[in-house]
């Protein structure tokens, strides 16, 4: 049998191609190429750039002091700088072992120390790695019996009995060797001391910042957001804010990214959310739940909009481009590519009983939908729960224009009227891998396993059957999606691997088990499967 000269060998590849190659791939796989070939393991260990980051949060129900120091000590060089380390969720890890840590190495260019694993960044930054997004598949809170991260207020009584918490000694003692250093910081859900928003408050250099969850009182939050003026991503999950602290974000005018929670509308109007959003001109991901404002058309038309718009919507574009030339109208802001409006779902969210939970809703039409179609037609990722307002006409209209989405989100209360979505299918949202349906039909479901032909790179015709990019399906309360329709989604979509089906059409399961032609898996607790 000859040998096929076609394929290059590993060992002729020039060292500077398979080191440009080793730069896209997380710690788990730099350790398994190490096991490859001498080579291999000789270019990981002498390249100081592939261990500046050090990403330790998938191990972190099992990584220990030891461990981090053997990582630390072997791994990290005296001459190395800007260092990058994430220990979010490693629960083993005492304050003592991060004071130590600082001894040895300071002037860190980013610091994790979430509560939890960051789960959310495994999936947005490192789409390509299969490891790392089973782990997340298989762990994080989306998949938990409350929905996904922030979406439901925290209940004391479904919090676990030992919770990972830094020291604010040792938090303190971390950010005094990087106050000139620090880019990055994420300490959700942490308990911070006054002292310690003060630490936080001279890294001027911060550029990323998450403080979700923490039990900072809004002084403190304010101290913070004066003095880091760089920011382009800010998450403020489950804090309660104020008039005044969203004037001071709407100083930061690089921002990109904000997430808040609005807690009390007593304190905090829609129109003071749409004045500070007006300023934010570079914002491509905003994100507000837990809202109970009502008016949410406010915040999209008059807040996220350049150009106004009071109709449904053929051609976006052409709108577009007409309004500029009538009006002299300058696209003036950013196109969002991801945007969540989720209400305030729980009505007792300090009790220690789950005695009660109401759903609201968040007040929104179908002129911001036409209003998102115009202004923000290249969008990734749409969360709308319990959109309150909207019809079918709109949310077709909306879906026609954005070829881009790949996450989509509608949820509605059981009984709610919603005509079905004629535009919800792999022609008009080709790249969708999340669907998340609760209470909402789509017209026609064969669409979705309705084989098609395509052309690729080398314009050979073949077949393809609906989205082949799915790998979450989550459908509550919809009747017309039938046992037929998963089977073969689940055969086809070899990139799908979370699905949850609640009184969906004819499936039905029994026990724990799920009773279906193509899938041999275990339902967990909160009715998700595995595939």
């Known amino acids: 049998m000859e040998k096929d000269n076609s394929i290059p060998r590993l060992d002729i590849i020039p060292t500077e191609v398979v080191i440009s190659i080793f730069k896209f791939l997380s710690i788990v796989d730099k350790c398994q190429l190490c096991q490859v070939c001498k080579r291999f393991r000789l270019i990981i260990y002498n390249n100081l750039e592939f261990w500046?980051?050090?990403?330790?949060?998938?191990?972190?129900?099992?990584l220990s002091n030891q461990n981090l120091f053997i990582i630390v000590k072997t791994r990290w060089k005296s001459n190395m700088e800007g260092h990058k380390l994430d220990l979010s969720g490693c629960r083993l890890i005492t304050?003592?072992?991060?004071?130590?840590?600082?001894e040895l190495h300071s002037n860190f260019q980013e610091i994790h120390l979430n509560v939890e694993p960051r789960y959310d960044n495994w999936r947005n930054e490192m789409k390509h790695d299969y490891w790392i997004k089973e782990l997340y598949y298989k762990k994080s809170p989306t998949f938990l019996k409350n929905d996904r991260l922030g979406l439901y207020q925290r209940w004391e009584i479904t919090k676990p009995s030992?919770?990972?918490?830094?020291?604010?000694?040792s938090i303190q003692t971390i950010l005094t060797g990087s106050?000139?250093?620090?880019?990055?910081?994420?300490?959700?859900?942490?308990?911070?001391?006054?002292?310690?928003?003060?630490?936080?408050?001279?890294?001027?250099?911060?550029?990323?910042?998450?403080?979700?969850?923490?039990?900072?009182?809004?002084?403190?939050?304010?101290?913070?957001l004066q003095s880091v003026i760089q920011l382009e991503s800010l998450k403020l999950l489950e804090l309660e804010l104020s008039p005044m602290t969203l004037m001071m974000i709407s100083r930061l005018t690089n921002l990109e990214q904000l997430h808040l929670s609005v807690l009390d509308k007593r304190n905090i109007a829609a129109k003071t959310?749409?004045?500070?959003?007006?300023?934010?001109?570079?914002?491509?991901?905003?994100r507000m739940n837990?809202?109970?404002?009502?008016?949410?058309?406010?915040?999209?038309i008059k807040g996220l909009s350049w150009i106004?718009?009071?109709?449904?919507?053929?051609?976006?574009?052409?709108?577009?481009?007409?309004?500029k030339i009538k009006n002299g109208v300058e696209q003036n802001r950013t196109p969002l590519q991801h945007l969540d409006l989720s209400p305030k779902l729980d009505i007792y969210p300090r009790s220690r009983e789950r005695s009660m939970q109401l759903e609201h809703y968040i007040t929104i039409s179908n002129s911001s939908l036409w209003s998102l179609a115009v202004n923000h037609p290249f969008l990734i990722s749409l969360r709308l729960v319990n959109a309150y307002a909207i019809s079918?006409?709109?949310?077709?209209?909306?879906?026609?224009?954005?070829?881009?989405?790949?996450?989509f989100e509608l949820r509605r209360w059981r009984g709610t009227e919603l005509e079905p979505l004629q535009k919800l299918t792999p022609t008009f949202c080709p790249k969708l891998r999340e669907i998340v349906l609760h209470g909402v039909e789509v017209a026609n479901f064969d669409e979705w396993i309705k084989e098609g032909e395509c052309q690729d790179e080398n314009l050979m015709i073949k077949n393809k059957i609906g989205f082949q990019n799915l790998e979450i399906l989550d459908l509550v309360d919809v009747l017309k999606f039938f046992k037929y329709h998963i089977d073969i989604i689940i055969k086809n979509c070899v990139t799908l691997r979370k699905v949850r089906l609640v009184r969906v059409g004819d499936v039905n399961f029994k026990g724990d088990e799920c009773k279906l032609s193509h899938l041999d898996s275990i339902i967990n607790d909160s009715g998700w499967m595995d595939v």
Not at 52 to 60: N, T
Not at 200 to 214: K, V
Not at 311 to 322: A, V, Y
């Open 95 to 102: 304050s003592y072992a991060l004071e130590k840590l600082v």
């Open 273 to 286: 959310i749409a004045d500070t959003l007006k300023k934010l001109r570079k914002l491509k991901d905003f």
């Open 179 to 224: 106050f000139k250093t620090l880019k990055q910081l994420s300490l959700g859900n942490q308990i911070l001391h006054r002292e310690t928003a003060t630490m936080i408050s001279n890294c001027s250099q911060l550029i990323r910042l998450d403080l979700s969850g923490t039990n900072l009182d809004k002084a403190s939050l304010q101290d913070i």
């Open 162 to 169: 030992y919770i990972w918490q830094c020291s604010n000694k």
């Open 52 to 62: 500046k980051y050090l990403d330790l949060s998938p191990f972190g129900e099992r």
């Open 290 to 300: 837990q809202a109970m404002i009502g008016e949410a058309d406010n915040i999209v």
């Open 392 to 407: 079918a006409e709109g949310v077709d209209g909306l879906l026609s224009s954005l070829q881009c989405l790949e996450v």
């Open 308 to 323: 106004y718009c009071d109709g449904p919507i053929e051609d976006p574009t052409k709108i577009l481009e007409e309004n």
